[in-house]
């Protein structure tokens, strides 16, 4: 149990264009997910907090118009990197949190890595 | 806001050896501390979690222990393998469903 996935795994786009990123639940509804940034080497940097329904809430520095964020279903959220440039290169990856039991706390998704030429 | 410092950021011990890693937090509000093992290129996996309601919790050849009073807590790999060469992420939040925030990390390295 607790399994997400993420889709697409990597991503290679140009300057410009805008790229999305799914993660999904897949065996248990997420009240929460939330949306993180890794740079090489370094630790888990935290972009966003959506819940189902509801707005994300964005950490600081994070901009919310070019980091678009839809949690639409208790089992689906999206990030839309828009007019992407390289320096939004980075590995993406989402957890999600469920609200019982064993889900009760953060799973994450395998990540994405996107790189933008 | 929460600041966790995580030591040591690299770590080699020869296998069959223990490992140790310990984390420190500021908030005294933190009351849920997940830890996670990550691959090269993979998604950071939890391998153990406590509450702030136990002292120590053991799972087959990894423990976590926590003190409260001096917010700190660590993890401990006994007996290790090859396979226990990773980054390992502790994390301290106010109950499960808010906010993790992460240590900086531990390369472990395993030797043969």
């Known amino acids: 149990g607790a399994v997400v996935s993420q889709h697409p795994s990597w991503v290679i786009c140009k300057s410009g264009t805008s790229v999305k990123i799914e993660c999904r639940s897949l065996d248990f509804q997420a009240t929460t997910m939330f949306w993180y940034r890794q740079f090489p080497k370094q630790s888990l940097m935290l972009m966003a907090t959506s819940n189902e329904g509801s707005k994300a809430t964005y950490e600081q520095g994070v901009e919310k118009d070019k980091f678009l964020i839809n949690h639409a279903s208790l089992t689906l959220s999206t990030l839309t990197v828009t007019s992407a440039h390289p320096e939004d290169s980075s590995f993406y990856i989402c957890s999600a949190r469920g609200t019982s039991g064993v889900t009760d706390t953060q799973y994450f998704g395998p990540g994405t890595r996107l790189t933008v030429l | 806001g929460e600041n966790v410092e995580q030591h040591p950021s690299t770590l080699s011990v020869q296998e069959g050896d223990s490992a140790v890693i310990k984390c420190t937090y500021s908030?005294?509000?933190?009351?849920?501390f997940p830890w996670y093992k990550q691959e090269l290129g993979k998604r950071p996996q939890l391998i153990i979690d406590i509450r702030s309601n136990v002292g120590e919790k053991k799972d087959q050849r990894i423990a976590v222990t926590l003190n409260k009073t001096a917010k700190h807590f660590s993890l401990h790999i006994t007996e290790t393998q090859p396979e226990d060469s990773a980054v390992y992420f502790c994390a301290a939040s106010i109950n499960t469903g808010n906010q993790f925030y992460f240590g900086t990390g531990t390369s472990l390295t395993v030797i043969p």
């Open positions: 908030d005294s509000a933190s009351n849920y």
